[in-house]
């Protein structure tokens, strides 16, 4: 089959297509015809070295979401047969004209969606599941503040934030990524290079925080959040480290946690693919999420892709077409 191989640690240009086995798919998995690939920050981190493949996943190609038809199942899987149209989370593998995947990470391409659209859900969809609503207990009528609102996983929190019944602000680099996210249904969105955050939401109140860049904006969302509020990372765009204001965590009792999906374990996964397709998947068949594409590029692009990631003029999703449909 033909995959983009990390060749080395760096520039988007040490990507390049190669020639590689197919996989065989092992107990519990399935073996995926890749139709789509999405794109994701954390593939870029990959590329330049700071983001090791967990065990078990492949170690130089990469790509943590697909949609495509199951060609083969693996023993021991009775939920998937082949010809099943699915998209399915990945710990590596998904830049490829096949990947494996564990049975209980799969779901089936929600009605009414096509490939290209439905690779962009896995990857945000369980971030931001587990991360907002499980461990930031985001509830209906609360006040929820997304950062990077116009990223793949902005687009994704204010969407199901709305559609969960919740107030939504986010913040983001330009006017016109400001109005995509009230599109989407944001009801207040702060252009962070014209204007202080903080100080824009204060006389709103925000309950739960979604927070990808950390550095300064770590005690600006601490000021911020309300009595029980909680706050979020799922990564650290501007440092891991700042001041922290542990009074205004006493006094306010605020929760302070975040997590990184890829390197969690297959049970975790599982549970988390069964409540999302309870949950989510009514609402996204229901229409009240929509896919976001900034751009679809072919397989063998993989580096253009990322140089437009890298730019961070996109919004919403970047996808590699790996089959024309
Ligand atoms: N913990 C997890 O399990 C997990 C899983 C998936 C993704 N993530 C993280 O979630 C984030 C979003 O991922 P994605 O794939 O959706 O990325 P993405 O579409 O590339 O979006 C990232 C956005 O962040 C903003 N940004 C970039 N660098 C910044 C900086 N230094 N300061 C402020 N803003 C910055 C940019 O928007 P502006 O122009 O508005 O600044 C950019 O569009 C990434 O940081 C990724 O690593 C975490």
Redesign the pocket.
Known sequence: MRAIIIVQPGGPSVMHVMERDTPTPGAEEVLIKVHAAGV???DV?QRKGNYAAPPGAPVDIPGLEVAGEIVEAGPGVSQWKAGDKVCALLAGGGYAEYAVAPAGQCLPVPAGWDFIQACTLP??VF?VWHNVFQRGRLKEGEHFLVH???????ITAIQLARAFGARVFA????DA?CAACMELGAHICVNYRTEDFEVHLKPEGVDVILD??GGDYIHKNVHLLNVEGRLVF??V??GAKDTLDALAVMQKRLTITG????NRDLAFKAALTQEIRERVWPVIEAGKFKPVISQVFPLAEAPAAHTL?ES?E?IGKIVLQVVKD
């Open positions: 994701n920050r954390p981190a990857e945000t971030t990077g609102g116009s990223s793949g996983i902005g913040t983001a680099g330009t990524k990808m860049i799922i990564n765009m501007r997590s990184t999906l890829r990631m961070s996109h």
